[in-house]
């Protein structure tokens, strides 16, 4: 059985109908359990629980501190290629977007790396949009090796792949992988991934579960707040997490809340989620599992980000760039288009997408970035709350 299979028999719509109607003592009462299931999710992401932030809030920070301390753990994401052969509505990545692509080289990926490592970080995320042409499994086999005598903590942002796929990756080195669903919604997944292998719901919503398999001793999940009701994604993620908890503990979770950005393509959010609901979904999230890791990107802008630490924030990206490139200009040379996998020269005056004028490469990002403080200056905020930033939390020696 997987989660799918689960997933299917989840009573979701109920337990959002049920959540819109909770009263206010009975999402103080949930707020004040020691064990907290999906229906009790439901009373602490309520409207009426709204009135009871502060106490969620206090309690989720009390929680957080006991299990991981006063901590934040920082890393950034080295994006690869934007090449794809999905088309997704909301994404800058889409294969349709007239956007400038490129795929960076080894020695352009090392270059990359290396400005990130002399920032601090020893975490690091590498991102590639889907297609095979271009990133194919050898490609990401040669990048982690490259990387892994340097870099204690890899993980992966990539297109889904197959258990044996999975494993010569985690051989060479990666330990992390990462998977939107984007939204848990069938319908309206349906609707934004047109065209492309991304367009198999379940095969996606596998993907934690192959990669466990793999031998990924990290796995990290989470919705686009922004495509579909954000109760019923939370919900669902709350779902997948609880699945996930049950049958790969051996591994340990992250769940992102990631809210949509501005991207090529021009996409509008099709669902809001406020700045306050969103503290309240950290302090949901935080009360149900409390030791599951917490991630906050740099989506949000940094006065956001600074009051959502303490509320059971774990894990947070700093000065990250979302395009090939982004931080040296890397592969600057070799920005094309990409039609229907053959690479394009561009031509004079066409319409693309133009890149943000304060970065180094001509390639074109995923989303707008909303937090573009240095890293040393997010360190040295995280230090000012009352937490130790660390860039290295373990090492393979530890394990040999």
Known sequence: MSFVSEFNSLPLAALVKQSLGTSTAAAREAAGKTKINLADFAALISPAAA???????QRAHLMTQQRFGKTIRLFAPLYLSNECINNCSYCGFSRDNPILRVTLSLDEMRQEAQALKAQGFRNILLVAGEHPKFVSNGYMRDCIAALHPDWPSISLEVGPMEIEEYRPLVAAGADGLVV?????????????HTAGPKRNFDWRLETPERAYAAGFRRLGISPLYGLADWRWEALS?????DYLLRNCWKAAL????VRMRPCAGEFEPLTHISDRELAQLICAIRLMFPDVGIVLSTRET???RNGLIP???TMMSAGARTEPGGYTGAGKERI??????????L???????????NHPTNATGQFNVGDERPPQEVAELIRQLGYEPVWKDWDAALTM
């Open 51 to 57: 009135e009871n932030l502060e106490a969620m809030g």
């Open 180 to 192: 939107y669903q984007e939204t848990y919604d069938r319908k309206v997944y349906a609707d934004l």
């Open 237 to 241: 993620a709350a779902a997948h997490a």
């Open 254 to 257: 992250t769940i992102s809340t």
């Open 302 to 304: 940094p006065k956001l």
């Open 311 to 313: 509320l059971g924030v």
């Open 336 to 345: 094309h288009h990409t039609e229907r996998g053959i690479i394009k020269e």
């Open 347 to 357: 031509v004079s005056g066409a319409s693309e997408w133009a890149p943000q004028t």
